[in-house]
């Protein structure tokens, strides 16, 4: 228990402070010289312990303004990656588009005769089988389609019309059995015929005595025979081993989608016979 003297001691000490606050307050309000130095000495004093005391006060708030961000970080995020979903969607209709005009481009720059015209139609069905290679077409009679016209795409011959009906057509293409293509050596000029067989390098024959082929010549139609414009890309010698000459297409045939039906007639002695 506290003794007689401690508890006047603090009854004291209270009194004390509370009259130093009030003459505190009311010199602060005097404006003497000295009462103003006590005032900055006190603050001075007190500045350090006000420092370490705000500390924790401005943390909360440096995370609750964390938080915060983050919190719009997340709604960025997520309204970005909405707009991103709709951009690639977008993306994707771009790039067929680009894919489209590109394959379209590409068939007006297909290498013919001056005096060819062309269809261009759709690829829609295949007839694949162990003793025949066609393809079907989404153009016929109407469109202007007649048998032995020839057929290519950007990248070369495909073959040529062997039926038509009137809205729709179906093209031999050189790889098959019954498929035979004037042809030349590109460079050295040298005739010879391409012979289908059904596999996916058709074969060169009756090439004259002295030609020799070599792997990589480029071989394009000769024109003779008037069912093919010549210059027409057809490949390349993939092999040239004892005879057995074979030509590796251009054409590649997984991707056919688009082709140009060559409407073309040879030329002739006969001033109306010619057009196409």
Do not use: C, K
């Not at 370490?52 to 995370?63: I, T």
């Not at 995020?77 to 709709?86: G, I, K, S, T, V």
């Not at 153009?139 to 070369?156: H, I, L, Y």
């Amino acid at each position: 228990m506290a003794s007689p003297m401690s508890l006047l001691v603090n009854r004291f000490s209270l009194a004390a402070l509370v009259a130093a606050s009030v003459m505190l307050l009311a010199a602060g309000g005097s404006g003497l010289p000295a009462v103003e130095r006590a005032r900055t000495a006190i603050l001075d004093v007190a500045a350090p312990v006000l420092d370490v005391l705000s500390r924790p006060v401005a943390a909360v708030n440096a995370a609750l303004e964390e938080a915060d961000s983050v919190l719009r970080v997340y709604e960025e995020n997520a309204r970005l990656r909405e707009e991103n979903a709709r951009l690639m969607h977008w993306q994707e209709v771009a790039r067929q588009l680009e894919r489209d005009n590109a394959q379209y481009r590409s068939l007006l720059s297909v290498r013919s005769h001056d005096d060819v015209r062309y269809i261009t139609a759709r690829v829609i069905g295949e007839s694949g089988g162990p003793f025949v290679r066609t393809l079907v077409l989404a153009a016929g009679e109407r469109d202007g389609v007649a048998p032995q016209q020839a057929v290519v795409n950007a990248r070369g011959l495909v073959g040529r019309v062997t039926e038509t009906g009137r809205n729709a057509s179906r093209i031999l293409l050189i790889t098959d059995l019954n498929s035979r293509v004037p042809v030349l050596v590109e460079d050295s000029r040298r005739r010879a015929i391409l012979s289908g067989d059904n596999t996916a390098r058709p074969r060169l024959e009756f090439m004259e005595a002295e030609t020799r082929a070599r792997p990589g010549d480029r071989i394009v139609t000769s024109g003779h025979g008037g069912v093919f414009p010549p210059g027409l890309p057809v490949g390349v010698v993939a092999r040239a081993e004892q005879g057995d000459v074979r030509i590796r297409p251009f054409v590649e045939w997984s991707r056919l989608e688009m082709v140009n039906v060559l409407r073309y007639s040879p030329p002739s002695l006969d001033p109306g016979a010619n057009g196409p």
